[in-house]
């Protein structure tokens, strides 16, 4: 998707350090952290939010990769979070997990 952040960040279009990539799902440090440590857990691809999902294979693969960038960034305690539609807070029509940890 042309105008979409994430996509751009993936494509290199716009620079960002990954902290994770997997063939399916890559992660960054939220650019406006809420918590010590915020990081976005986002498929490679664009699907808007998971009210679009139609293979839940993807979200596993994702709560898979969250396990995986905890383990690397010596995370134990920590929320996750989905914001899906507007009135949700979701700003980025682009699929990701929060990892909020403190
Ligand atoms: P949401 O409100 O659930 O759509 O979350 C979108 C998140 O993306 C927010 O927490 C933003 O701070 C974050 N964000 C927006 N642009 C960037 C960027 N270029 N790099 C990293 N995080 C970003
Ligand atoms: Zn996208």
Redesign the pocket.
Known sequence: MTDC?FCK?LNKE?P?KFVYEDDEVFA?????P?AKKHI?VIPKKHVKSLNEVENFDLIKKMFEAIRKINKQEGIVDFKT?I?TGRGA????DHL?I?ILAN
Do not use: P, R, T, W
């Open positions: 952040i960040i716009i960002s960054i440090n939220d650019i406006n809420k976005l979070q914001n807070g979701q700003e980025v990701h929060h």
